[in-house]
């Protein structure tokens, strides 16, 4: 029994390794390491906490707005696949140049930022196109635990 528990001991030792060295991997490159195994796909977004879309400096290795965006609006299905597997997300940075269209499906972003975010604490965004309803959804679910707006 005691070979049990020191192999189990061992293996948590590897998988937290394991997550240490994923963390600093960018985010695009975790979706390609995702596939290596089971352990890589379990353990490969847990320490992800922020989401950066710089419309702007798309060319940055931890930003999205590269993959994200196509004919300037934000590609949802893209999106909530970052939010499903991201759900440790405690920030969101939105930087959109103002005279872009790519906020014109704000409110499905943030529609899907309600869904799957359940630790966010951070979010930055100039609310352009999202609807008041949807406002009103997002800050019922977040204004208490928001600090940063």
Known sequence: MTQIYAKDS????????????????????????QCLSKQWQRLVFNKEKLILLYEMDYYFANNLCK??????????NRFETILKKCQNITTIKMYFDV??????????VFELIIKYCNRLK???YGFKGV?????????????PKLKTF
Do not use: W
């Not at 061992?10 to 390491?33: A, T, W």
């Not at 993959?67 to 949802?76: E, F, G, T, Y």
């Open 10 to 33: 061992f293996d948590r030792f590897n998988e937290y390794l394991l997550e240490v060295i994923l963390s600093y991997l960018p985010i695009k490159q975790k979706f390609k390491y």
């Open 122 to 124: 951070q979010m930055n």
């Open 99 to 108: 005279h872009n269209e790519c906020t014109d499906n704000m409110n499905d």
């Open 67 to 76: 993959d994200l965006i196509l004919n300037q609006r934000l590609v949802l």
């Open 131 to 143: 609807s008041e309803k949807t406002l009103k959804e997002f800050f019922a679910k977040f204004g």
